[in-house]
């Protein structure tokens, strides 16, 4: 008896499958950079645009399984993570397999600097370089005033700016050269991005 082929949405069916299976696997090398994309949940972090290096990734971007992203910065300058989703967006899907704008972060940074930090600051971005308005929908949870989701193991207070950048600064402690330091926030997007940038600064003391 003739076996019957399988239908395309069968087929389609396998493939997409097939491609959340591959968004929780990490990491895959960039295309001819040198440098690693993580991928984890339906998102890639990248560290291509260089000074520091990802070591590794996990989570799916949800309240209980936040991304938690571990880096190594080597200096004390800003360094940019490159924050791509892969999959279409689903604003009403909090499963954790489809980007919806509201994504959990643990950021996990060793100062790998030689120097002291003594404050860290992280900006979001749309357009690379270009300051996020308020307008455009991305920010660190601006519609919360409790701050309730922002949270650090290293640094008592912090502080946001919503207008003309997304700011957040972590204040009132320190990281010193060789220790690590972890920084929880929500990144919410109610005009999603298939792309869009984390700076990362830390501040050292004047001299």
């Not at 591959?22 to 090398?29: D, M, R, S, Y």
């Not at 938690?68 to 800003?78: C, F, G, K």
């Not at 404050?119 to 971005?125: G, H, S, T």
């Not at 207008?163 to 060789?178: H, I």
Request: aromatic share 14%.
């Amino acid at each position: 008896m003739r076996r019957r082929a399988p239908d395309r949405m069968a087929r389609l069916g396998w493939l997409a499958g097939a491609a959340m299976m591959f968004c929780q696997a990490a990491p895959a090398l960039a295309d001819g950079t040198g440098q690693t994309v993580w991928v984890s949940g339906a998102y890639s972090f990248s560290d291509e645009l260089g000074g520091f290096r990802i070591t590794g990734a996990g989570g799916d971007g949800t309240v209980d399984n936040p991304f938690v992203i571990t880096q190594e910065v080597n200096s004390a300058s800003p360094v940019t993570m490159v924050i791509r989703a892969l999959l279409p967006f689903r604003p009403f899907d909090y499963s954790g397999k489809f980007p919806n704008g509201f994504t959990h972060f643990r950021i996990v940074v060793l100062n790998n600097s030689g120097l002291g930090w003594l404050e860290c600051e992280f900006e979001l971005q749309e357009i690379l370089n270009k300051p996020s308005v308020f307008g455009d929908g991305l920010s660190f949870d601006q519609r919360r005033t409790d701050g309730g989701t922002i949270s650090s193991d290293s640094f008592a207070t912090w502080n946001r700016d919503f207008e003309p950048y997304d700011k957040l600064l972590f204040t009132g402690g320190t990281v010193d050269p060789l220790a690590t330091a972890s920084f929880s926030f929500l990144v919410t997007d109610f005009t999603p991005k298939r792309t869009f940038y984390l700076v990362f600064d830390p501040r050292i003391p004047f001299s």
